[in-house]
């Protein structure tokens, strides 16, 4: 029973090298998150997706893409990776089915640090 | 622009004591709200409240949504220290056909023996 599995797990980069942060989900969920979380800002959205082949900015979308080639894919790209970007990343995914529930099912993290 | 806030951001009790947390929300198209634990790692659900006044309850925990105040409250009876971890609160938006689920900053409660 997977659910959402994030990789990799930890990753160091330099800055202005480029990486992605893979998020996959085997609940046939929907929707699909990028949270960023540091210290004292909770969790911060930086795109997500409704659907296949959708994706839509969140709060802190700058310097990130995301891609929704397959519904139970999101990728997150950071092109040219900088010191504010080292955070640790969580993945989400959700199917809402009102009333009944829409809870976010969460990945384990990505501790991504940019020196 | 959704906004949720939680207060207090930290909070040092001894085992035993009761606790209240507050969460507030502005959000444009109101579908639910969700409270989540975290310790080390990923966030793990505890409530979902849809309807004002009615409280739900999972053993030392309860919560309850006051739409007219556009807030909700976590209580903690009893606590442990196994309950010292990140409290987040998060507002589900349904703008249009949309779902957007913004959360809070947290409330890092720390329980001591």
């Known amino acids: 029973n997977a659910g959402v599995t994030q990789t990799p797990k930890f990753r160091v980069l330099k800055t202005g090298q480029s990486m992605t942060l893979l998020c996959a989900q085997d609940m046939n969920h929907e929707y699909m998150y990028w949270y960023r979380q540091d210290p004292g800002m909770g969790l911060r959205l930086i795109h997500y997706s409704v659907g296949e082949g959708t994706t839509a900015k969140g709060e802190v979308p700058d310097g990130y893409n995301v891609s929704r080639l397959k519904k139970q894919n999101f990728l997150l790209g950071l092109e040219s990776a900088a010191p504010s970007q080292t955070s640790v990343y969580f993945c989400?995914?959700?199917?809402?089915?009102?009333?009944?529930?829409?809870?976010?099912?969460f990945g384990q993290g990505t501790r991504l640090t940019v020196v | 622009e959704d906004k949720v806030v939680q207060s207090p951001l930290s909070l040092v009790v001894h085992e035993g004591d009761t606790v209240t947390l507050n969460c507030s929300y502005e959000v444009t198209n109101f579908r639910s709200l969700l409270w989540y634990k975290q310790e080390k790692k990923a966030p793990t659900f505890l409530f979902m409240l849809t309807s004002s006044g009615i409280e739900k309850k999972s053993g030392r925990l309860s919560s309850i949504l006051d739409k007219k105040e556009l807030s909700s409250i976590l209580n903690i009876t009893a606590t442990q220290t196994g309950d010292s971890a990140i409290y987040l609160c998060?507002?589900?938006?349904?703008?249009?056909?949309?779902?957007?689920?913004?959360f809070g900053k947290g409330t890092l409660l720390t329980v001591n023996p």
């Open positions: 989400a995914s959700s199917y809402p089915s009102w009333p009944l529930n829409t809870e976010a099912f």
């Open positions: 998060a507002v589900v938006d349904s703008g249009g056909s949309n779902y957007k689920l913004t």
